[in-house]
């Protein structure tokens, strides 16, 4: 199993610009969430999704759209880049909504 | 969900046993008890998770005290690699909700 894996490692965007975020998850995991981690900070849920085709907000969602069409896949747009979206994002899936959460190695963006 | 506290920062002695502990006065019944660290930059590692009996398997052990209100993450013989930001977590319902953790140092 590749277990979970995000795209792209690094990006810089230009602000205004828009851009996908991939994630994808070989474990037939039903939940999946996006978190960003700010400089010294803990991680901070964006949005999270118990299935395919259900989606829900975390604590800091503005600026941020997800979809679930499949179970494998978790992309995070971001509509209209800012600088304060620049982050580490990182995407995460668990079987359920309790026990085990598998986190993938971050994408580090930075909006200029 | 429940809030947590963390002490900022700890250090221990390698081959020691750190201890780390963890208030969460306001946990209900049904929220679990969450244990991730996060070594450097990398994605959080998940370590251990328990309701309310004391846990243990081959990376730590977790003591969650009688009222539930606390709780302490063993690692038994501690490793220059167990050097990282540890987090407590109390989930309820679908979420983790990741709070500032605590930096553990193992020193040489």
């Known amino acids: 199993n590749a277990g979970v894996t995000q795209t792209p490692k690094f990006q810089v965007l230009k602000t205004g610009q828009s851009m996908t975020l991939q994630c994808a998850q070989d474990?037939?995991?039903?939940?999946m969430s996006w978190y960003r981690q700010d400089p010294g900070m803990g991680l901070r849920l964006i949005h999270y999704?118990?299935?395919?085709?259900?989606?829900d907000q975390g604590e800091v969602p503005n600026g941020y759209n997800v979809s679930r069409s499949t179970t494998e896949d978790f992309p995070l747009r971001l509509l209209s880049a800012a600088p304060s979206q620049t982050s580490v994002y990182f995407c995460?899936?668990?079987?359920?909504?309790?026990?085990?959460?598998?986190f993938g190695p971050g994408t580090r963006l930075t909006v200029l | 969900d429940a809030k947590t506290t963390q002490p900022p920062s700890m250090d221990c002695a390698e081959g020691r046993a750190a201890n780390l502990p963890c208030n969460h006065s306001?946990?209900?019944?049904?929220?679990?008890v969450y244990w991730y660290r996060q070594i450097h930059s990398q994605g959080p590692q998940y370590i251990i998770h328990?309701?309310?009996n004391n846990e243990t398997n081959e990376m730590a052990s977790l003591i969650i005290t009688e009222d539930r209100k606390s709780s302490t993450l063993i690692l038994p013989h501690a490793t220059l690699r167990d050097t990282a930001v540890y987090y407590c977590?109390?989930?309820?319902?679908?979420?983790?909700?990741f709070g500032t953790g605590t930096r553990l140092t193992i020193i040489p």
């Open positions: 474990m037939n995991h039903e939940y």
């Open positions: 995460a899936s668990s079987y359920r909504g309790h026990g085990e959460q598998f």
């Open positions: 999704s118990v299935g395919a085709g259900i989606t």
């Open positions: 306001t946990i209900s019944g049904n929220e679990y």
């Open positions: 328990g309701l309310k």
């Open positions: 977590i109390v989930r309820g319902n679908k979420k983790l909700t």
